[in-house]
């Protein structure tokens, strides 16, 4: 008898055939995998499931019964709980608030305009206590949170609906391997209690470890379904791409020249962030920032580029002293930056693939008069488009219709038109699959063949270690290490990345 059945599920947007004739079957309390490259239909499936899309075919069924799903609030009702790959929180607001949005407890009858304050608190302490989420408050803003810590709320929430099936879209994207831990022990509690799951996710060890049965998806088509315990990461990715991957970084030849950034003893004001942290980066090398979550890596990079305030430090760019303290100064001496989310910092979701991929690098497009030169526009897009082999159906497409990959190939497009010297890369293949990420690592590689030097920050031991020249390693706001990549292993970096160095 299986939870979940979804028979023949067609859907199509303008341009592409996102689903073509797809099934998939759950058994209740089992871990159900969904895996397949950006782009396969993993996450429009879904969303068609989780009635955030109508289904141009197909059928639904839920314990043998058909449905029909029209929106997100008939899904609840059915059992069915969602936590999306871009975090769906309201920042400003409190854990509790974001956890209880729509169904807050009334005062007196649920007709009442007055909201239990009280209650609500004690709901969500009880639920953090039963998730062992005791780092995290009810009255702990959003804002305030961590991406992992936000991610833990939005699992909080899910599992407070008393779902029969929770649908988890990338939900270790952003978080340690500890934290990793802990999410697999409440996924198993879950799975006692009969509760299935479909999760979704890129990391093939995650998937090979957790989930008991895997559905692989390709180009919208159901490849087919396996006992985990029948599958590899070889053969998951060959079934993925429908090619062998014999090499999971791009080889490459490091010609390391001259000095392009010095960053001398940068500290921040917060006595929390970072402090005096140093490094070094020069003309066609990748360098590496390693760390756990919370070691400030993302902050001292946004210090550089002028998003963060430093009350010590200096800063230099080609040998020069240069005080940079906004983005605009930033991108006048050749910086760009990746940020680490896509959706909240990277993309205008409601705007075009043109209208992101030009934005950054629009006074430049200014005619005589001071019109935009369409003609001049349309060229730049349509080299972009070739050269980084961004899949849409037309630069006319709104960018929130694109997988995660060619997303951030918009991105990386974005700020290659405004010809920087040095890239700093947020997280850059963060929720991206193995064929995506190695385009990703080629591009990468192109740019510091061309002498350009990057900054890649990345929680990932492995892509690390395969794609940088030399790494810095942090730890609690503080330098404690660099190490040659050739020479290193996942062991050295970990013992840096836990090292008490204040």
Same mark, same amino acid.
């Given at each position: ?59 639904? /069924?839920? +314990?043998? !019964? *058909?449905?029909?799903?029209?929106? @997100? ?7 069915? $709980?969602? %936590? ?29 305009? /007055?909201? +239990?304050? !009280? *209650?609500?608190?004690?709901?969500? @302490? ?7 989420? $005791?780092? %995290? ?31 988890? +879209? ?333």
């Amino acid at each position: 008898m299986y939870i979940l059945e979804m028979n023949n599920v067609s859907k199509s947007f303008p341009g592409v055939k996102a689903l073509d004739n797809v099934s998939l079957k759950v058994k209740p309390g089992t871990v159900h995998a969904l895996m397949g490259e950006n782009g396969a239909g993993k996450s429009t499936l879904m969303k068609c499931l989780f009635g955030l899309y109508n289904m141009d075919e197909g059928e639904i /069924f839920l +314990d043998g !019964k *058909k449905v029909e799903i029209h929106d @997100a609030r008939e899904a609840l009702n059915y059992g069915i $709980s969602m %936590i999306h790959q871009e975090l769906q929180t309201i920042k400003h607001r409190s854990v509790m608030e974001n956890i209880w949005l729509g169904r807050f407890p009334r005062i007196g009858n649920p007709k009442s305009p /007055f909201v +239990d304050q !009280k *209650k609500m608190y004690s709901d969500t @302490a009880k639920l953090l206590k039963e998730m062992q989420l $005791s780092n %995290i408050k009810p009255e702990d803003l959003l804002r305030n949170l961590s991406v992992s810590k936000a991610q833990s709320v939005e699992l909080a929430k899910a599992v407070s609906y008393n779902s029969r099936l929770i649908i988890m +879209d990338e939900p270790s994207s952003s978080l340690t391997e500890d934290e990793v831990d802990h999410l697999f022990s409440v996924i198993r509690r879950l799975k006692a209690q009969g509760v299935a799951i479909i999760y979704i996710s890129h990391k093939m060890e995650e998937i090979l470890r957790i989930s008991d049965e895997v559905t692989i998806m390709r180009d919208g088509k159901t490849v087919g379904t396996w006992g985990a315990d029948e599958l590899t990461t070889d053969i998951i990715i060959k079934k993925m791409v429908g090619r062998d991957l014999t090499n999971r970084f791009p080889q490459r030849e490091a010609l390391i020249g001259e000095e392009l950034l010095r960053v001398e003893n940068y500290t921040s004001p917060n006595p929390r962030s970072f402090k005096n942290v140093s490094f070094t980066l020069h003309k066609g090398e990748i360098l590496g920032i390693g760390g756990l979550v919370g070691a400030q890596r993302t902050e001292v990079m946004e210090a550089v580029f002028g998003l963060r305030l430093h009350n010590e430090g200096k800063l230099y760019i080609k040998g020069k002293e240069t005080s940079c303290n906004s983005a605009y100064q930033a991108k006048k001496y050749g910086m760009a930056l990746l940020t680490e989310e896509r959706r909240a910092t990277g993309i205008f979701p409601v705007l075009s693939v043109q209208d992101n991929l030009l934005i950054a690098n629009m006074s430049s497009y200014v005619g005589k008069h001071g019109l935009l030169s369409n003609g001049m526009m349309t060229k730049d897009v349509a080299k972009s488009i070739k050269d980084l082999e961004i899949r849409t159906p037309s630069p006319a497409t709104l960018i929130k219709s694109l997988s995660g990959g060619n997303q951030q190939k918009v991105l990386f497009a974005r700020w290659l038109l405004t010809t920087p010297d040095i890239l700093i890369l947020d997280e850059p293949t963060r929720g991206i699959d193995v064929g995506a990420k190695y385009e990703i690592y080629c591009i990468m590689a192109d740019l510091a063949k061309q002498g350009k030097g990057v900054i890649m920050i990345s929680s990932e031991m492995p892509e690390l270690i395969g794609m940088t020249d030399r790494i810095v390693v942090m730890s609690e706001g503080l330098v404690a290490g660099t190490v040659n990549s050739k020479a290193t292993n996942q062991e050295e970096i970990m013992a840096l990345a836990t090292k008490f160095v204040g």
